[in-house]
């Protein structure tokens, strides 16, 4: 987002830490960015980590939670964050938050909804519908936008609604209908790889965006979080569901290109639009 954005002190991030050397390489790229971050400090633990392992276009993560499975209720109160929380209007959590805090998730879910603020959930993986089918089912019940891959949709239409035999075009469409205490409509996008990004964000009508066809793909590890996070860049500045998405997927294949998530801070998603013209 910030790399998008290029704007100082915009975005918060909040979690927690071990006292570590991993905790100083994020604590200092962070800051080298300005990007703001509230750490929860955890001697005695490690900070999370997460092992990438990668066959040829595919990759499997290998996760440690460490210090992040100490953070609590009670953090997400103290008065920094708090201060942080009410300065937000846009709130972004990945579906294995739940398996750190399930309250914090429902918390600032809670917030968004009675503060009329966007909450964005990006359900992260498809086992987590099944851990946490009465969780997803509460939270989707606050959640502005849901971003998952076609296995995740389906996966939601399983475990939510027992759908036994779901196609990713009435999953989206079971998903968007389900019960939402907001007035306006939830939206839903799906990513499938290189084929189009589905997008519904209104009852019964599914649309696609085009994803142009990405050479030299070197690791597809956070491509799902960059289309989210370029996604939301374009969000926040009121810009039309179509040019969100194709934000998200300009950022998705600039990450697959490269090794890791890297890219080239150079390259700015308005000189693709002019290019593109």
Not at 115 to 130: M, Q, R, Y
Not at 154 to 181: G, R, W
Request: aromatic content about 8%; charged content about 20%.
């Amino acid at each position: 987002m910030h790399w998008i954005l290029k704007a100082p002190n915009v975005i918060t991030i909040f979690g927690a830490v071990g006292n570590d050397e991993n905790k100083r390489l994020l604590e200092n790229a962070l800051s080298a960015e300005q990007i703001n971050f509230i750490f929860k400090c955890n001697n005695g633990y490690q900070t999370a980590r997460c092992a990438v392992l990668i066959t040829d276009h595919n990759r499997s993560l290998c996760t440690d939670l460490g210090a992040s499975k100490l953070l609590d209720i009670n953090d997400l109160y103290e008065e920094k964050v708090w201060i942080a929380v009410n300065s937000a209007n846009v709130f972004y959590m990945s579906g294995f938050f739940f398996q750190v805090s399930p309250r914090i998730i429902n918390a600032l879910a809670q917030h968004a909804f009675k503060s009329d603020k966007t909450f964005i959930v990006n359900v992260g993986a498809a086992f987590l519908t099944e851990k946490y089918t009465e969780e997803f089912k509460e939270l989707l019940k606050l959640t502005d936008i849901v971003i998952c891959n076609e296995e995740e949709i389906i996966a939601l239409n399983k475990s939510l609604l027992n759908e036994t035999k779901p196609t990713v075009i009435n999953s989206i469409i079971a998903i968007q209908k389900l019960a939402f205490d907001k007035k306006d409509e939830r939206i839903i996008i799906v990513t499938r790889g290189s084929k189009s990004v589905l997008v519904c964000n209104t009852k019964g009508k599914v649309d696609e965006v085009l994803v142009p066809k990405v050479h030299g793909i070197r690791d597809t590890n956070a491509a799902g979080d960059a289309l989210a996070g370029g996604f939301i860049t374009q969000f926040v500045k009121g810009k039309s569901m179509k040019e969100c998405v194709n934000c998200g997927i300009w950022a998705a294949r600039q990450i697959v290109q490269n090794v890791g998530c890297t890219f080239n801070k150079n390259m700015q998603f308005d000189d693709y639009i002019v290019g593109s013209k």
